[in-house]
Every structure is written in structure tokens, then in C-alpha cells.
């Protein structure tokens, strides 16, 4: 029981011991007859205001909020700069020099790469890499790619695409899987992961040329053209892209 005695109080061993030596508190009343006791140390912390960022810190974020919002076409190099402000272009200047964002080349021959945020290109390298991912990967027969090897399968007939939809529904619902129908009649499920990436780089390459070839655009991203094709559907499907005749496609800016 606390007693006071004058100017001072009086603990028992279990009140003193619970306190701690040499600590120093805020008695504040509370209700009538009731009264907080508070370590001066937790009151100081609490009443700490946090730090402001830096005009130039909220610059830097607005930055890359554009860089992961913006469309691929939009970040090329010497054209992101043109929806910057004065301020925004400095920050940019700043995230580059910092390492935090950089200009991506998809070839060392490109004339101009595309903005991209450190974290994004660690995590595609990190991605397991699939037989997919070779230009001179030996082609199967359609059946016998499936997801494990190839980050991709292909489904033929209409009931395989239901049944494959049923079996992946959850996946599918959830991004980890995305699948299309194509205009030859078969049904590709691919892995998000594999498919966002290549559509990166399907978009980088084909602004440096418009009008490419399946083999071409296959040899510049340095996969399989069956994979390739697969990318070219879904590009076609958000209209990135159009299949100007069999085999050859256009880039839609």
C-alpha cells in the first residue's frame, strides 16, 4: 500500500521493487480518488512527434508509384520524362543514382531501355526458370508441356479447357495461373509470374521494332516459340498487339 508522509510516499518491498530503482514517473490524476503513475521514459517516447519525410523523399515515392502504375510503352527512356514535373525529374535522377530504380535493356544493341524498380527485377530473377525459357528448347508434342517443367500447359478440345478450369479454378481466382483460348482452338494456362515478365520484355523489344516475326521476336526475348506465342495471345487479347498475317505481329502503341 502507498502512504503518504509529507512531500514524500512511503512503498512496500513488492511496490518498490515493481517500479524499479531509480526510475522517475508522472503522477497524473485520472478520476476522483484515482490516479496514474506513468515511467516519464515511456510518456517522452510516446509524445515524440515521427520525423516528416523529406520533400524530396515524397517526390522519390510518387515516382515509383508511376513507374509500377505506368504502362511498359510509357516508360521508355527520354518518354517517362515527359509526364515528370521538374521535381518529379529530379527525384527520378535521384532513384537512379541510388540504384533504387534503373534503365532496363533487353539487348545491349537497344538504343533506349524502360524504367524499371530494383525489387521488381530481383524478384524475376529469383523466379525459377523453366525449359520454356530457351530459344532452342526442343519442342514437344502439345500434350506433354505442363507447368512444373514448362511454366505453361496446353489444353486441346473444349472439354480439356473445362476440366482444366475446374482443376485450377483456385489458382486461377487467385492470379497464380492466367489462361486464354487462342484463335487455333487450343487452351494455354500459363504461370503469372512467367507470363508478366515476358510481357515485359515482349513490349521492350518491340519498341525498338514494331514488326516482328514469331522466330524474331522469340530469338530477342531468348525463349521458345511456343512460349512466345502464348505471350503474343494475351498481348493480342489486352490489344498490345495484332497479328497483322500468320506469324508476324505489330505492336499498337
Do not use: W
Amino acid at each position: 500500500m502507498v502512504k503518504v508522509t509529507g512531500k514524500g510516499i512511503e512503498l512496500s518491498a513488492e511496490e518498490s521493487e515493481m517500479l524499479g530503482e531509480g526510475h522517475e514517473f508522472e503522477l497524473i490524476p485520472n478520476q476522483k480518488g484515482m490516479f496514474l503513475l506513468i515511467d516519464k521514459e515511456k510518456l517522452n517516447e510516446k509524445c515524440v512527434p515521427k520525423p516528416k519525410k523529406e520533400k524530396n523523399e515524397e517526390e522519390k515515392e510518387i515516382v515509383i508509384e508511376l513507374i509500377k502504375k505506368a504502362k511498359l510503352s510509357d516508360l521508355v527512356e527520354g518518354k517517362f520524362e515527359n509526364i515528370l514535373d521538374e521535381k518529379q525529374k529530379k527525384a527520378l535522377l535521384s532513384l537512379v543514382i541510388e540504384g533504387r530504380v534503373f534503365v532496363f535493356k533487353l539487348n545491349e544493341t537497344y538504343k533506349k531501355g524502360v524504367y524499371r524498380i530494383k525489387e521488381e527485377i530481383i524478384e524475376e530473377a529469383q523466379r525459377e526458370k523453366k525449359e520454356s525459357e530457351d530459344f532452342n528448347a526442343i519442342e514437344k508434342p502439345l500434350g506433354e508441356y505442363n507447368l512444373v517443367c514448362d511454366g505453361f500447359m496446353v489444353i486441346i478440345g473444349k472439354d480439356g479447357a473445362s476440366r482444366a478450369s475446374y482443376t485450377y479454378e483456385k489458382q486461377i481466382k487467385e492470379c497464380i495461373l492466367r489462361g486464354i483460348r487462342s484463335f487455333d482452338g487450343n487452351y494455354y494456362l500459363i504461370q503469372n509470374d512467367l507470363l508478366t515478365s515476358y510481357i515485359n520484355k515482349s513490349i521492350i523489344a518491340l519498341t525498338q521494332k514494331e514488326l516482328q516475326t514469331i522466330d524474331e521476336l522469340a530469338s530477342n526475348l531468348k525463349i521458345s516459340k511456343l512460349l512466345t506465342r502464348i505471350i503474343c495471345e494475351f498481348l493480342k487479347d489486352e490489344g498490345e498487339l495484332m497479328e497483322k498475317k500468320k506469324g508476324y505481329y505489330q505492336y499498337i502503341k
